[in-house]
């Protein structure tokens, strides 16, 4: 069955025609050399080009990264081998190697060696510690020699592919190959070796469009590869999961199952024929060259495949070999620090008979599961003895540790102490399932939860989910998406009345079967409920921890005296409608923001003061300010601008609102002002001794002695409506009327 890993391209660069790839171990740079002479590095994480520099004017072949000198290697058609320090650019060394064009440069793992062959059909190697001398020269093939490698497992041998048709193997101090490997029709292009420990393997690719993988103990061809169209130019084993990625000139890259050498999936990226692949032991990334440009892939997920039960002991997956360590066993354990890596005993487990892709404990932690190349085998977690397997794309384990359910396409079958005991096919189709108190089913559709011993619809939900953890007494579950999480609490009687009263039942389920708590805005990437604790880890890897319980949060910010944790408290109980702690966290936090609108949407007048008070004496002016102009203390927002050096805006503040102190700011506004510019200080003109320049003065300072008493009363939000006309009102106006109105009665009389 395929792998149906995950293919994220990292990045996509176009240039003249890629000759070579190589990723460097630590950093994350992709090395390009080229046809047209030149060299680039990528960073293949922020896809900017942070290197690059010109060789030669012919083409480079090959360029390798030696991380522990700090070089890049690299060997070009003008028979040159130089070295440049890739900090500075600076060449370091430069010496003809051969006499033809040089293909292909292998570096020694731990030695101070590098491989180098050539057309002229040699291959050589150097020792830069003693000089760059030539140490020995490898002689036997009769045509082009393509590629070299080390043997990961042995690095005294290499192989070699040559277009005389033949792969020869050699070792380090002998003059002659020690074996060749017969069987391409036409001239071998590239070679590689199987990094796991179990097969004794090496693959090779030729322009006879064909892959064959050899077995170099006994020299034979175990497996041939067909389906490329074109030459095949480029072959890698992959160092962490089980793919042979071929490159053709066809412009595919195609991957091979290792295990069972059926096409997983072909890739076209559109930038004509593939030149060169390149896998890093120890990481699922694979940088491709093309004859227009370089793209990084990351196939699958790095993390290992791996499970703790609730004793503490851990199961892993290491390629095919199943490893395990105890973390109870661990000794002296108040000297380990927080944050510090556990010294763990690593015990040999022995080979799993498929390449897991995920391993899971049953809840009591007797069984364990490893699932991958659509099976799964049950074994024993103690001495990895096979119980039971079966065919399988996915395994779950139900909250009965003798339950579990696995997918066979889309039929969900049920077993129960290893025996079958139903199967059922969801209408909307199946993607994935989801084990826990529930029977999860993804589909496109959304989500659906059944009943595990009735498989009843209990609850759809529209939502994709990414993954489900329930809590361990089955009341909580958080449904992981994209980018965010739901938490929801779980009525387990819900069913029961729903099969009482078939009312309760509708087309998406029972509806009162799930309450929602709340929704996180915080992508999830792994997490776990300790009881109604539920602890993940976001996008930046950051450890996060959410509360079901506001009492519990409150306790933990009161310890904890955190800006941050105060406001995500406030929030939740802004949510919950428990306004005082929301008011309380607020003022923890100092957040005079929010609680202004807290203040202003409850009509907390009291809050609204004791706001005005406490962010005046942090010097959060313009919240203090709005909070005395909302309170309608409109002297203490004059005062709060003469204090705060605001004179003109206190002036035209004091004309607006408060008539009757205009003369006096204007004095305090003229004396500010004659600091710096006496002409403009003498221009400026006070109501009270030039009236006419501001009409209706008089009037408006009336009008503020008759809103005095009004402006300071705390109407009650219901009085909205009745209020609404007043503010229509223009009180000059009225007033003037009312004063015409006086004076023609008394005219009249």
């Given at each position: 069955?395929?792998?149906?890993?995950?293919?994220?391209?990292?990045?996509?660069?176009?240039s003249?025609?890629?000759?070579?790839?190589d990723?460097?171990p630590?950093?994350?740079?992709?090395?390009?050399s080229?046809y047209?002479?030149?060299?680039?590095?990528?960073?293949?994480e922020?896809?900017?080009?942070?290197?690059?520099f010109?060789?030669?004017?012919?083409?480079?072949r090959?360029?390798?990264?030696?991380?522990?000198?700090?070089?890049?290697?690299?060997?070009?058609?003008?028979?040159?081998?130089?070295?440049?320090?890739?900090n500075?650019?600076?060449?370091?060394?430069?010496?003809?190697a051969?006499?033809?064009y040089?293909?292909?440069?292998?570096?020694?793992?731990?030695?101070?060696?590098?491989?180098?062959?050539?057309?002229?059909?040699?291959i050589?190697?150097?020792?830069?510690?003693?000089?760059w001398t030539?140490?020995?020269?490898?002689?036997?093939?009769?045509?082009?020699?393509?590629?070299?490698?080390?043997?990961?497992?042995?690095?005294n041998?290499?192989?070699?592919?040559?277009?005389?048709?033949?792969?020869?193997?050699?070792?380090?101090?002998?003059?002659?190959?020690?074996?060749?490997?017969?069987?391409?029709?036409?001239?071998?292009n590239?070679?590689?070796?199987?990094?796991?420990?179990?097969?004794?393997?090496?693959?090779?690719?030729?322009?006879?469009?064909?892959?064959?993988i050899?077995?170099?103990?006994?020299?034979?061809?175990?497996?041939?590869?067909?389906?490329?169209?074109?030459?095949?130019?480029?072959?890698?084993?992959?160092?962490e999961?089980?793919l042979?990625?071929?490159?053709?000139?066809?412009?595919?890259?195609?991957?091979?199952?290792?295990?069972?050498?059926?096409?997983d999936?072909?890739?076209?990226?559109?930038?004509?024929?593939?030149?060169?692949?390149?896998?890093?032991?120890?990481?699922?990334?694979?940088?491709?060259?093309?004859?227009e440009?370089?793209?990084?892939?990351?196939?699958?997920?790095?993390?290992?495949?791996?499970?703790m039960?609730?004793?503490?002991?851990?199961?892993?997956?290491?390629?095919?070999?199943?490893?395990?360590?105890?973390?109870?066993?661990?000794?002296?354990?108040?000297?380990?620090?927080?944050?510090e890596?556990?010294?763990?005993?690593?015990?040999?487990m022995?080979?799993?008979?498929?390449?897991?892709?995920?391993?899971?404990?049953?809840?009591n932690?007797?069984?364990?599961?490893?699932?991958g190349?659509?099976?799964?085998?049950?074994?024993?977690?103690?001495?990895?003895?096979?119980?039971?397997?079966?065919?399988?794309q996915?395994?779950?384990?139900?909250?009965?540790?003798?339950?579990?359910?696995?997918?066979?396409?889309?039929?969900?079958?049920i077993?129960?102490?290893?025996?079958?005991r139903?199967?059922?096919k969801?209408?909307?189709?199946?993607?994935?399932?989801?084990?826990?108190?529930?029977?999860?089913?993804?589909?496109?559709?959304?989500?659906?939860?059944?009943?595990?011993e009735?498989?009843?619809?209990?609850?759809?939900?529209?939502?994709?989910?990414?993954?489900?953890?329930?809590?361990?007494?089955?009341?909580?579950?958080?449904?992981?998406?994209?980018?965010?999480?739901?938490?929801l609490?779980?009525d387990?009687?819900?069913?029961?009345?729903?099969?009482?009263?078939?009312?309760?039942?509708?087309?998406?389920?029972?509806?009162?079967?799930?309450?929602?708590?709340?929704?996180?805005?915080?992508?999830?990437?792994?997490?776990?409920?300790?009881?109604?604790?539920?602890?993940?880890?976001?996008?930046?890897?950051?450890?996060?921890?959410?509360?079901?319980?506001?009492n519990t949060?409150?306790?933990?910010a009161?310890?904890?005296?955190?800006?941050?944790?105060?406001?995500?408290?406030?929030e939740?109980?802004?949510?919950?409608?428990?306004f005082?702690?929301?008011?309380?966290?607020?003022?923890?936090?100092?957040?005079?923001?929010?609680?202004?609108?807290?203040?202003?949407?409850?009509?907390?007048?009291?809050?609204?003061?004791?706001?005005?008070?406490?962010?005046?004496?942090?010097?959060?002016?313009?919240?203090?300010?709005?909070?005395?102009?909302?309170?309608?203390?409109?002297?203490?927002?004059?005062?709060?601008?003469?204090?705060?050096?605001?004179?003109?805006?206190?002036?035209?503040?004091?004309?607006?609102?408060?008539?009757?102190?205009?003369?006096?700011?204007?004095?305090?506004?003229?004396e500010?002002l004659?600091?710096?510019?006496?002409?403009?200080?003498?221009?400026?003109?006070?109501?009270?001794?030039?009236?006419?320049?501001?009409?209706?003065?008089q009037?408006?300072?009336?009008a503020?002695?008759?809103?005095?008493?009004?402006?300071?009363?705390?109407?009650?939000?219901?009085?909205?409506?009745?209020?609404?006309?007043?503010?229509?009102?223009?009180?000059?106006k009225?007033?003037?009327?009312?004063?015409?109105?006086?004076?023609?009665?008394?005219?009249?009389?």
């Open positions: 069955m395929p792998l149906k890993l995950e293919i994220k391209r990292k990045l996509s660069a176009r003249d025609r890629v000759k070579s790839v990723i460097h630590s950093e994350p740079w992709m090395l390009v080229l047209n002479g030149n060299v680039h590095v990528w960073n293949h922020t896809q900017q080009l942070v290197k690059s010109e060789v030669c004017e012919p083409p480079v090959t360029a390798k990264f030696v991380a522990r000198k700090n070089w890049i290697i690299t060997g070009s058609d003008d028979m040159q081998i130089r070295v440049y320090n890739y500075t650019l600076e060449r370091v060394h430069m010496f003809e051969h006499s033809d040089i293909r292909c440069i292998a570096v020694h793992p731990t030695q101070s060696f590098i491989l180098s062959s050539s057309d002229d059909m040699s050589k190697l150097w020792d830069w510690e003693n000089k030539c140490k020995q020269v490898f002689e036997g093939h009769t045509h082009y020699v393509m590629q070299i490698v080390f043997n990961p497992k042995d690095n041998t290499f192989a070699s592919a040559s277009l005389d048709k033949t792969v020869k193997v050699w070792q380090l101090g002998s003059t002659h190959a020690n074996f060749t490997l017969e069987g391409h029709e036409k001239g071998v590239c070679v590689d070796y199987y990094h796991g420990g179990d097969k004794p393997y090496l693959i090779s690719g030729a322009d006879d469009r064909l892959v064959k050899w077995d170099y103990q006994n020299k034979t061809c175990v497996q041939t590869l067909e389906g490329h169209s074109q030459n095949i130019s480029s072959v890698a084993f992959h160092t999961l089980p042979i990625l071929t490159g053709s000139e066809d412009g595919t890259i195609k991957l091979w199952h290792s295990n069972t050498y059926r096409l999936n072909t890739l076209n990226y559109g930038l004509e024929r593939v030149w060169a692949i390149c896998c890093l032991k120890g990481s699922n990334n694979v940088a491709i060259g093309y004859d440009g370089s793209v990084m892939i990351k196939l699958g997920r790095e993390e290992p495949a791996i499970s039960d609730s004793s503490g002991k851990i199961i892993w997956a290491k390629h095919s070999e199943i490893q395990q360590a105890n973390l109870k066993a661990m000794t002296d354990q108040e000297f380990i620090k927080d944050g890596r556990l010294p763990l005993n690593v015990k040999d022995g080979a799993c008979d498929i390449y897991p892709q995920t391993i899971s404990h049953n809840p932690g007797r069984f364990v599961v490893a699932c190349d659509g099976e799964y085998i049950i074994y024993t977690s103690m001495a990895l003895r096979n119980k039971a397997y079966g065919p399988a996915e395994f779950i384990w139900s909250y009965d540790s003798s339950e579990y359910a696995i997918r066979d396409n889309n039929t969900i079958k077993f129960k102490n290893f025996k079958e139903k199967s059922f969801p209408s909307f189709g199946t993607e994935n399932i989801y084990g826990g108190q529930l029977l999860g089913v993804k589909s496109v559709s959304g989500l659906t939860f059944y009943d595990w009735t498989t009843d619809l209990v609850r759809r939900i529209e939502i994709t989910p990414k993954i489900i953890y329930w809590s361990e007494n089955g009341e909580l579950v958080c449904i992981a998406c994209e980018d965010s999480f739901y938490v609490r779980y387990a009687e819900a069913l029961g009345r729903a099969r009482d009263n078939p009312d309760l039942m509708t087309e998406d389920g029972i509806e009162d079967a799930f309450t929602v708590l709340n929704e996180v805005s915080e992508s999830v990437r792994t997490g776990l409920w300790i009881g109604d604790c539920f602890i993940y880890t976001n996008s930046l890897n950051r450890l996060n921890y959410y509360l079901a319980d506001l949060a409150y306790e933990i009161k310890e904890a005296e955190s800006e941050q944790k105060w406001k995500q408290l406030a939740m109980a802004t949510k919950k409608c428990q005082d702690l929301a008011q309380e966290c607020l003022h923890k936090a100092e957040d005079f923001g929010s609680l202004v609108l807290l203040a202003s949407s409850t009509g907390n007048a009291d809050m609204m003061q004791k706001m005005a008070e406490s962010s005046k004496q942090k010097g959060q002016n313009n919240i203090s300010f709005l909070s005395y102009f909302v309170l309608g203390k409109l002297e203490e927002c004059l005062q709060l601008l003469i204090d705060t050096s605001r004179i003109p805006e206190a002036a035209f503040f004091a004309r607006t609102y408060l008539p009757s102190q205009t003369s006096r700011v204007v004095k305090l506004w003229r500010e004659r600091k710096t510019n006496e002409k403009a200080a003498q221009a400026i003109a006070d109501p009270t001794e030039y009236e006419n320049l501001f009409a209706g003065y009037n408006s300072v009336k503020e002695q008759f809103l005095q008493k009004e402006r300071q009363m705390m109407l009650p939000a219901f009085e909205y409506s009745s209020q609404t006309e007043k503010w229509m009102w223009s009180i000059v009225n007033l003037l009327l009312i004063r015409n109105k006086i004076f023609q009665s008394l005219s009249e009389f």
